[in-house]
């Protein structure tokens, strides 16, 4: 796949909002910018890199890929042991010579000890007499990530106080903007000057980052990101991993999953931006809503005595709603039927109003207490709201809109630097490419093939780089670690979509670079390796600027690498870096080391995945095989009375089947209640489900699937049988 360059428009930021920040930095941060800090393990996180060495310093996992990079000027293959903790040799071989690796500007060589599978903790790898920093191997790795990088999400929440049971005693703070003095609040916002001439109650939400602003286009992609981590778990059949009580949140036990529970956080704060009926605009979203200035650095979120103002309404904005809304109404009708219709009814009024208003573009100048957000093309965000319309309801008008859009053929749907807040199409093809719909199979099909088109580019850059870093050398900007999650996130679909190893390994091998194989030698991860960021750039998580404060808590992803330099901590330190390099654990960079919500989000998506079993099928097992024909089973999520389940049939023959009628028999007294992409009746135990019309094709080797919602009381035991048009199946 073609490489091109960095494609994003624009930064998380614009000038404007460099220019505030930059002097509330200069002002409050204390001491030099050369300060070092030191982590819980007594590391100085700030020096430079301290081993040739460069490995995952969390770990690896038994059947995933290991490997690491050394930095070396041999010009010869070196040898290299794995160590156990005692100090014995458990594997031995030698590196390959990689060159001079362009991001880093490192004469670099590969260390792979994949074939080893043995596990435990304290491993190093010792190269030429260098050893790296220890090390597990570990299948369970990534569960206690997987609960941290969620846990960023909680205590990021507006409007709600931080429990010290949840969050420890570092972290625990009074609920921010609800109107408690010195708060203005969030319960009553009134526009700008000139916006409207109302206020809104748009309290609840996540803070967006290190600032206190809160932003609709940056929380969609977020809160897609979290709510299809849990529909991706639901089809790969480890929902359960995601499901009520797994997380350290206020709900857990309210028989909702706690991820679901968590974006709801976020998706109650979305609905509330929408204009209401009988207002002008009535149904876009406002932009924004923040400080009329920018907020002083540090300041707790309670302590803080701004005004706040919701900004206009945008096109993108409204889209943003659109898209997520659908999703919520497909993924939370079996948790909360109301909320998921109320979801619906708001991304039907967004996408009418986002048809009707379709250049309200939000202004690269509205930069002033808050990230301008800046989106001039808005045609990708009007797709993925079309596709998550489309599979959510099946309807013609939305299915139309998918087909008509330009994107929908696109071979540039995925960015080679990587999707992100402002490049949404990648969202509706991921959606089109693993949720059932009416579309043709054919286009199906080539939806897929973009996404292992895509991710073959990505491990095309992995492996031309000394690194294996998914972005190429031009796409280390502001947030360039979420693009590189991003990028991670398409080989994980790619690999559920076909069950092929090898994007499996990429997506995994992709947390190696956050996580300490880089330039730096550095976890960009907070508590995550030997040496992990520390001082990200945030209001309250500010322990550099006021020693009262904490560092941020375990599991936040920094930005990484910008070679822009656009703040002035960063202008002073690293002039000339190489593009992998400009990146300096300072409260004071705001352009490589803010954190933000929808940096995390790819972390908690990639770290639940990385915490399943491998299974080495396409995400919910093999198919049985069978006579002709074979088919997968899969119960994607349940309730106390009830089940959703998607039935994938694989033509197994050489001859294409034209007309198909699939038969089961339930043994624990399910019955079905709803279907799509087919028409399923039930006589007694005996379950038939006929094809739509549309997918009565299957050529040989090729599949279609259908999704239905049952109920059950007690045990729910799989069909142990199948028939295809009467004959049997495996």
Request: glycine share 10%.
């Amino acid at each position: 796949m073609p490489v091109p360059t960095y494609p994003l428009r624009g930064p998380r930021r614009t000038v404007s909002w460099i220019a505030a920040a930059a002097l509330s930095a200069a002002l409050l941060v204390t001491g030099p910018a050369t300060t070092s800090a030191v982590g819980a393990s007594g590391a100085d996180v700030s020096a430079a890199a301290d081993t040739p060495v460069r490995t995952n310093q969390l770990g690896y996992l038994p059947d995933g890929p290991k490997r690491a990079t050394v930095v070396t000027t041999s010009a010869a293959p070196l040898t290299w042991q794995l160590k156990n903790a005692a100090g014995a040799a458990v594997a031995s071989g030698t590196t390959t010579v990689r060159g001079t690796d362009t991001a880093s500007r490192e004469a670099t060589q590969l260390a792979d000890f994949s074939s080893y599978t043995g596990t435990g903790s304290g491993f190093t790898l010792v190269v030429d007499g260098r050893s790296s920093h220890p090390f597990a191997i570990d299948a369970g790795l990534y569960k206690a990530l997987r609960s941290d990088a969620m846990s960023f999400f909680y205590q990021q929440r507006s409007g709600i106080a931080i429990e010290a049971s949840l969050a420890g005693a570092a972290y625990a703070r009074p609920a921010g903007h609800l109107g408690v003095a010195p708060n203005k609040g969030d319960t009553s916002v009134p526009c700008q000057a000139g916006v409207c001439d109302y206020s809104r109650d748009v309290r609840g939400g996540w803070y967006d980052a290190g600032d206190q602003g809160k932003y609709v286009v940056n929380g969609g992609i977020t809160t897609w990101l979290m709510v299809n981590a849990y529909e991706r778990a639901g089809r790969a059949g480890t929902a359960a991993a995601l499901g009520d009580s797994t997380l350290r949140i206020p709900e857990r036990g309210n028989s909702v999953p706690d991820v679901l529970d968590e974006a709801r956080w976020e998706l109650d704060f979305l609905l509330r931006m929408q204009v209401p009926v009988g207002r002008p605009l009535a149904g876009m979203a406002f932009h924004k809503i923040h400080d009329a200035a920018w907020t002083a650095l540090p300041t707790r979120p309670e302590q803080d005595d701004q005004q706040r103002e919701l900004h206009r309404p945008s096109t993108a904005a409204t889209l943003n709603l659109a898209a997520t809304a659908a999703q919520c109404a497909r993924v939370y009708a079996p948790y909360d039927a109301a909320f998921a219709a109320r979801c619906l009814d708001s991304a039907r009024r967004a996408w009418t109003a986002a048809r009707a208003n379709p250049s309200m573009i939000a202004p690269d100048s509205d930069g002033t207490g808050g990230g301008a957000y800046g989106d001039a093309t808005v045609s990708d965000e009007f797709y993925w709201a079309a596709a998550e319309l489309y599979a959510t309801t099946g309807e013609a008008a939305y299915r139309d809109a998918v087909t008509g859009s330009s994107w929908h053929t696109s071979a540039n749907a995925f960015p080679g630097a990587g999707f992100g807040w402002a490049d949404t199409s990648a969202l509706g093809r991921l959606t089109l490419a693993t949720v059932p719909t009416g579309l043709s199979a054919s286009d199906t099909a080539r939806i897929r093939a973009s996404v292992t088109a895509a991710a073959d580019g990505y491990l095309s850059l992995m492996a031309g780089q000394g690194y294996a870093v998914p972005i190429p050398s031009t796409a280390y900007v502001w947030g360039s670690n979420s693009l590189v999650a991003n990028n991670a996130v398409v080989m994980a679909v790619a690999h559920d979509l076909t069950g092929q190893q090898r994007y499996r390994a990429g997506a995994v091998e992709t947390l190696d670079y956050l996580l300490g194989r880089n330039t730096l030698d550095l976890s960009y991860v907070t508590g995550y390796g030997t040496r992990s960021s520390q001082n990200q750039h945030h209001r309250f998580w500010a322990h550099q600027a006021d020693a009262s404060l904490p560092h941020p808590p375990a599991g936040s992803l920094a930005g990484g690498p910008n070679s822009g330099l656009q703040d002035p901590v960063a202008e002073q330190q690293l002039p000339g870096c190489a593009p992998a390099a400009c990146y300096i654990d300072d409260i004071g960079s705001y352009s490589t080391n803010e954190v933000a919500v929808n940096w995390n989000a790819p972390l908690v998506w990639l770290a639940a995945y990385a915490a399943e079993p491998s299974t080495g099928g396409g995400g919910g097992g093999d198919p049985q095989p069978g006579a002709g024909c074979a088919v997968t089973y899969r119960v994607d999520s349940t309730w106390t009375s009830g089940f959703t389940a998607t039935v994938t049939v694989r033509n197994t023959s050489t001859t294409a089947v034209d007309g198909w009628t699939l038969g089961w028999t339930y043994t624990g007294g399910q019955r079905v209640t709803s279907a799509w992409s087919a028409t399923v009746g039930q006589s007694g135990a005996t379950v038939t489900a006929k094809d739509a019309g549309w997918n009565r094709a299957i050529a040989p080797g090729g599949t279609v699937s259908f999704g239905f919602q049952a109920a059950v009381t007690g045990a729910n035991p799989a069909p142990t049988a199948f028939t295809l048009n009467a004959s049997a199946c495996g």
